[in-house]
């Protein structure tokens, strides 16, 4: 198997041989039948990233918009927050659920977020553990496979997958994200499964927190109408092409449903219906100053004045990461109140001794170290910096690629 890891880091693969690859991991395992759900399945995967909080807001907005998610989600790991563990910060709410609960919230609801169970796609992990030491890890076609073993291993009838690109992201380079989304893309739709792909900018956080129970405080802001608008502009792209997948119309007319569902409640509502099927406290949703709230905060000030042209997402992710929000390694304990609220972000005009980011921890001893992070991964300038738009490009069913925006 090392050799043979090997030989495809050096030769690559064709997209037939990649999505043979694929199918044969995925059969090595567990696969989940959701055929006796009712209606089009659609899931929803994310590459990672620092303040991700999608999936909290745009399974409830699908659902609003009657296509069935029946998401079975991870934990985090370094510094990408996952989204089981920011669920977990509502008092009473069960991840673990057993298949027939499973089933049955989602035929009530039409959406339902568990942990994922069984032993999904096994052959991948001794794979990875093997691509470790033979330096075999950053293969386009092995990390296609990998990904997409476990996803077409979860049943759903369509998939969007959000490739995200940036410091804070797996895939650094725009044109690697590119490639990487082409491959999934190609593997999932000629496994029978709709397939569609987003590619979306990563090298700041989304939003404006970091840390679980401040991500969902802020996914429910988004939720009521409101909240950061980078968050709700990725959120109604990401749910319109989910819904477009689901055959519900057109990708302007499925951004109009995600919007109306937003504004009008409907997708709050479903959030709320299934905090309560899951076992959770509904009130911290309808107050979320009742969630996990740190004893203490620390202020991180401008060390100049001058334009912010980089907050680089993945020293931010490791930052709060320091604060207690995120694991080092499997097993570690989480603190769901600690994190970062960002007052400024790249762009914005700062004056020296202005606070630009707010940390919080239950243990002030946390706060020098990642300040310090949180400091490197700021820069300030003097000129306003260009953004590049938050998706970058997008990829159809049929293999058509818009692209947003030019490396060069």
Known sequence: ??????????????????????LAMRDSGDIVDLSSLPGFKVDKHSTGGVGDKTTLVIAPVVAACGVTV?????????????????????????????????????????????????DLAPADKKMYALRDVT???????????????????LGSDGILLDVTVGSGAFMK??????????????????????????????DSPLGNTIGNALELAEAIEVLKGRGPKDVREVCIELAASMLQLAGKGSLPECRAMAA???????????????????????????????????????EVRAQESGYITQMDAELCG????????GREKLGDTLDPSAGIVLMRKTGDAVSKGEVIAMLKSNDQQRFPAAAETLNKALKIGS?????????LARIGVDGHVEKFFDEN
């Open 1 to 22: 198997m090392s050799a043979l890891l090997m030989a495809i880091w050096f030769n690559g693969m064709t997209p037939e041989e990649t999505t043979i690859l694929t």
């Open 70 to 118: 029946a998401k079975m989600s991870g934990r985090g790991l370094g510094h990408t927050g996952g989204t089981v563990d920011k669920l977990e910060s509502i008092p009473g709410f069960r991840i673990d659920l057993s298949r027939d609960e499973f089933f049955r919230i989602v035929k009530e609801h039409g959406l339902a977020v568990t942990g994922q169970s069984g």
């Open 135 to 153: 330096a075999s890890v950053d293969s386009i076609p092995l990390i296609a496979s990998s990904i997409m073993s476990k996803k077409l291993a």
């Open 173 to 202: 380079k725009y044109s690697d994200a590119l490639k990487l989304a082409l491959a999934m893309a190609s593997i999932g739709n000629s496994s029978g499964r709709a397939t569609a792909v987003l590619v979306t900018d990563m």
């Open 260 to 298: 109306k569902v937003l504004d009008n409640g409907a997708a709050y509502a479903k959030l709320c219906d299934m905090v309560a099927a899951q076992g959770g406290d509904v009130s911290v949703i309808k107050n979320p100053e009742r969630l996990p709230q740190a004893h203490y905060k620390y």
């Open 318 to 325: 490791i930052a709060s990461m320091q604060l207690g929000a």
């Open 383 to 391: 000129a306003k910096p260009k953004l590049r738009p938050l998706v």
